[in-house]
């Protein structure tokens, strides 16, 4: 059974910096992409970062390319989106995603609340 389990959401002020985690488990982890989406209040779902299984390759959505950082630990089955210069825009909730296999998984989410 694939788990995924986010952390590290919280308040920061505009012009901060957050780091989420996520831990997954029930997968070969390093064959798996890995990528962070989020979704803010009456808005869909969207892609914020992929990083590919063996962490070579990244990609970054337009709005948050050069203030978002993803990486991955393998060894520790964890990946992590290191944000800074964070925007009230960046306000919602973020989400880890897995694909594996012919699959994908979520973990549960994140808040994320840029606000002085």
């Known amino acids: 059974q694939v788990q995924l389990v986010e952390s590290g959401g919280g308040l920061v002020q505009p012009g901060g910096s957050l780091e989420l985690s996520c831990t997954a488990s029930g997968v070969i982890f390093s064959n798996a992409a890995m990528g962070w989406y989020r979704q803010a209040p009456g808005k869909q779902r969207e892609l914020v970062a992929t990083i590919t299984a063996g962490g070579g390759s990244t990609y970054y959505t337009d709005y948050v390319k050069g203030r978002f950082t993803i990486s991955r630990d393998n060894a520790k089955n964890t990946v992590l989106l290191t944000m800074n210069s964070l925007k009230p825009e960046d306000t919602a909730v973020y989400y880890c995603?897995?694909?594996?296999?012919?699959?994908?998984?979520w973990g549960q989410g994140t808040q994320v609340t840029v606000s002085a």
């Open positions: 995603k897995c694909y594996y296999g012919l699959g994908h998984y």
